[in-house]
């Protein structure tokens, strides 16, 4: 597979979207030195499902935040287990060594405009070792690869200092507050210039 900046190994193919376009497949597969992100499986229902069902994990997550009822969960996992978003979409962050779950990531458009969102959200027995920062790294790697964005962006709670901090680490610019599905969020951009200009350091997939 070839390699990408921060570790990242890119496994996709050439191929045509569902648009006709040619665009990397959606098959692709991200490893960094302790995880792998790929694309979310049937089997992936009830891990999905049990990770939106937790409040803690779902505190600053949605607008409005918060866990919605089990069949509406149910039906929004299950949409995007089917959803086709060529290139970005949602990944499952797993371990690379015994696949253990730890949560996903996403790279979606905007709401309004061209941008593309990273956005992570993680099990609670996976906080605090770094594999949020790990992660996205692999993600904005991608986006920046296939997706061909000049920027990234990140909405976050004012009160999700945890996430803040996630962003901060990668880089992220704090650009201030904005509307975002009727929720006042944080705004942050990353311009593909700057992750070009960050120093890999020694630990190989995370930012300083
Ligand atoms: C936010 C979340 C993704 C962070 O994941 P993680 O893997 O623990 O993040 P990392 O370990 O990469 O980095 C977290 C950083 O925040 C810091 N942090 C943790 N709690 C903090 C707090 N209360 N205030 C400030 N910083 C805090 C950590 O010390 C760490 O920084 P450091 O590396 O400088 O020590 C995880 O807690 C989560 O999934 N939360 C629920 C879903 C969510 O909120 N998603 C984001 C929506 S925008």
Not at 145 to 158: F, I, K, Q, T
Not at 162 to 171: A, I
Request: proline share 4%; with cysteine; charged share 30%.
């Amino acid at each position: 597979m070839p390699q990408g900046r921060y570790g990242v190994r890119h496994n996709s193919r050439r191929g045509q979207d569902s648009q006709g376009r040619g665009a990397l497949e959606c098959l692709a597969m991200l490893e960094t030195s302790r995880l792998r992100l790929r694309r979310l499986h049937a089997s992936d229902e009830a891990d999905l499902v049990e990770l939106d069902r937790d409040p803690l994990v779902m505190r600053y997550v949605g607008s409005p935040r918060g866990v919605r009822t089990h069949e509406e969960t149910v039906e929004r996992v299950r949409q995007r287990i089917h959803a086709d978003h060529g290139a970005g979409g949602w990944w499952i962050i797993e371990d690379k060594h015994d696949g253990a779950f730890h949560g996903v990531g996403l790279l979606l458009g905007m709401p309004e405009g061209d941008d593309v969102e990273v956005g992570y959200r993680l099990a609670r027995r996976s906080w605090g070792r770094g594999i949020a920062t790990e992660a996205a790294a692999a993600l904005i790697d991608h986006a920046f690869a296939a997706l061909r964005v000049p920027r990234m962006v990140a909405v976050v709670y004012p009160d999700n200092h945890p996430s803040r901090r996630v962003l901060s680490k990668l880089g992220f610019a704090h650009d201030g507050p904005r509307e975002y599905r009727g929720a006042r969020v944080e705004h942050y951009t990353l311009a593909a210039s700057a992750w070009r200009a960050l120093r890999v350091d020694n630990r190989g997939d995370a930012p300083a």
